[in-house]
């Protein structure tokens, strides 16, 4: 491999969310979230909690601590919505505030850039009690979300993100039943979460932008080249559809205030004229989480008639995920090419393994330290070829709660023993460090 250099000013971090990593799940107001309810119904798959997850928000100091080691000069986190308004709206928890003007404040003690993400999809159980996103009733609630902790943050972080990945959460959450809430409401239930969350967002997007001058606004999205298994007519248009929804929805709703033409018809009874004005936003900085492309098959029975193909690769993630860094690429050559080369940055890109802790105590990835390898060169081509990449962090600083999959899958650099919460650094975190150090790979 040819030595690749990256730009002085491009950010290095990594990214994390609220509800995987803080724990603290009752102390200080926290309210309840649809991820609590989802977990004590006991749908999460090995049996575990986040009730203590890395124990963050008491050891954030270390973590912030190891950060800084690496040579970290970006930090993507996201806000605990139920921390703020323990009932979703009403009520300020001031602990709330507080636990966050601390972690702004050591961030940038430690010469590190804060990037706040506002939804990482622990909505308070009681907006979800009232429909969610399925419904118009969570937009203001939001807006004055992000209203809340701007007034308090906005003086010292200056990026904001608005969601993370919507179309995980409503495909995932809403069409499926396989993540919180745990509905299985098909099609329109999809649609319903997306068209919602992409008005909630630019409700937040204006409000913010109308009370703090000089803020970089933005979102994060999980964008996966889609392509068809075969060269079947039926598998081309069911590529194409998947496209929309996982895609082109939050993607083109943001960017271009447009609804795919694929799904006009299916959405039309709940977008309301003015509603495409009101999802698009001029956004600074675009965050693209990347993790494979999606190879897709027309298969009846399953939403949109879609279902998921052979992706004809050699290399997998411990998640069973294909390793595919030429898709990365492709989605920022796209960028490029189509959406006026937006400012974007990797929000989130890394894998999880079966990390084993070897008999000196540490944990040799070699699996990991190679998909970064791959992935970070794949940025670095982009960027030779003229993509607009501000920076790239990686998913994650720590090993989590994994949703779903509960404590089972490790995507962190950092490894967590769940018993004692110590932290030890892995091989990963050792070559993403000497990257940032030197500034090439």
């Known amino acids: ?9 491009f950010l290095w971090g990594a990214s994390t969310a609220a509800y995987q990593i803080e724990g603290a799940a009752t102390e200080d107001g926290r309210g309840s979230c649809v991820w609590d309810s989802f977990t004590a119904e006991g749908r999460i798959m090995d049996g575990s909690t986040a009730y203590r997850a890395c ?3 008491h050891r954030w100091p270390d973590d912030i601590a190891l950060m800084k080691e690496a040579g ?5 986190f996201s806000i605990a919505w139920p921390r703020i308004f323990p009932a979703g709206t009403g009520a300020v928890n001031p602990k709330g505030l507080d636990f966050y003007d601390r972690l702004v404040d050591g961030l940038l003690e430690a010469g590190i850039r804060p990037m706040a993400c506002l939804y990482h999809w622990d909505l308070p159980q009681p907006l979800e009690d009232r429909g969610g996103w399925q419904g118009r009733e969570v937009i203001g609630p939001f807006a004055d979300y992000a209203r809340t902790i701007a007034a308090r943050l906005a003086d010292r972080c200056k990026d904001w993100m608005m969601l993370n990945e919507p179309n995980v959460v409503a495909i995932f959450g809403y069409g499926v039943g396989e993540h919180a809430p745990g509905h299985r409401l098909g099609e329109e239930g999809i649609l319903r979460a997306l068209h919602h969350q992409n008005l909630a967002q630019g409700a937040a997007l204006r409000a913010l932008a109308a009370e703090h001058a000089g803020l970089s606004l933005g979102t994060v999205i999980n964008l996966q ?7 079947r007519p039926e598998d081309i248009a069911a ?8 895609n082109r929805v939050a993607l083109d709703g943001v960017m271009r205030g447009r609804i795919p033409a694929l799904l006009a018809d299916k959405m039309k009874s709940f977008v309301l004229p003015g509603d495409e004005e009101a999802i698009r936003y001029p ?16 298969e009846a029975g399953r939403p949109f008639d879609v279902g998921w193909g052979d992706a004809h690769c050699d290399r997998w993630t411990f998640m069973g995920w294909p390793v595919q860094p030429d898709g990365l690429y492709d989605q920022l050559m796209e960028f490029k090419r189509d959406y006026g080369n937006p400012a974007v940055f990797i929000a989130e890109n890394g894998a999880a393994y079966d990390d084993q802790v070897g008999p000196d105590g540490q944990i040799h990835d070699a699996e990991r330290v190679a998909f970064l390898k791959d992935h970070l060169a ?3 081509r982009a960027l030779a070829d003229g993509c607009n990449v501000k920076g790239y962090l990686c998913w994650s600083l720590l090993d989590n709660f994994e949703w779903a999959f509960g404590l089972s899958k490790r995507f962190g650099i950092v490894r967590v023993d769940y018993d004692s919460c110590k932290r030890t650094p892995k091989d990963s975190y050792h070559f993403f460090k000497s990257v940032i150090r030197d500034g090439a790979l």
């Not at 491999?1 to 000013?9: C, E, L, V």
């Open 283 to 298: 956004l600074d900085l675009l965050g693209l989480n990347y993790y494979s492309r999606m190879t897709m098959k027309a």
């Open 55 to 57: 124990d963050h928000y």
């Open 72 to 76: 970290f000069n970006a930090y993507r």
């Open 378 to 380: 794949a940025v670095g």
């Open 1 to 9: 491999m040819a030595r690749i250099s990256f730009p002085k000013d």
């Open 225 to 231: 080249p889609c392509r068809a298994e075969s060269e």
């Open 239 to 246: 590529a194409a559809r998947w496209d929309a929804v996982w």
